[in-house]
């Protein structure tokens, strides 16, 4: 047999199919060996995990629910939609006090940098939304294009 080289190949199940009958038309010799790739995984330290920069969650609350159905897929701009967004707020609200997101730190000192009675932020039980959660739930439920929106008044 000729001189041989070991190679190392990442192949899907196709293209190893695809080799292998290449080697059988040939009759040549096929050795190969298995890496368990998922044991040489290294866990992602966690200073490199992305933290939202508004939720403050390492996996983003608005993110995480986009494709919740309780969100539903929006509608048109329509002056019943702050209702709607109000009752959103409400499980938002519950998601990020599962999450203990209203006990990050970076959160708590957003909160006091803000101070209370913003008109442009959104408050459910003393708490103010995220901006990731505004922009989520104000793009599938927007205001009529001339209502502005008005926070914690209207929300
Ligand atoms: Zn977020």
């Not at 959104?122 to 926070?151: A, D, F, T, W």
Request: hydrophobic letters at 30%.
């Amino acid at each position: 047999m000729a001189e041989c080289e070991i190679i190392t190949l990442s192949l899907t199940k196709e293209q190893k199919e695809a080799i292998e009958k290449l080697f059988e038309d040939n009759k040549w010799e096929l050795t190969y060996q298995t890496i368990e790739e998922q044991k040489n995984l290294q866990p992602v330290p966690q200073e490199r995990v992305q933290v939202c920069p508004y939720c403050f969650l390492s996996h983003c609350v608005a993110t995480t629910n986009e494709n919740s159905p309780w969100l539903g897929e929006g509608q048109t701009p329509s002056n019943y939609n702050p209702s709607v967004r109000k009752g959103l707020y409400r499980r938002f609200w519950k998601c990020i006090s599962n999450l203990g997101g209203w006990d990050v730190e970076q959160y708590l000192r957003k909160k006091e940098r803000l101070g209370e009675g913003r008109p442009n932020m959104v408050y459910h039980q003393r708490q103010v939304m995220s901006e990731c959660v505004l922009k989520l739930v104000r793009s599938r439920y927007p205001n009529p294009h001339s209502v502005p929106y008005l926070g914690h008044k209207w929300e």
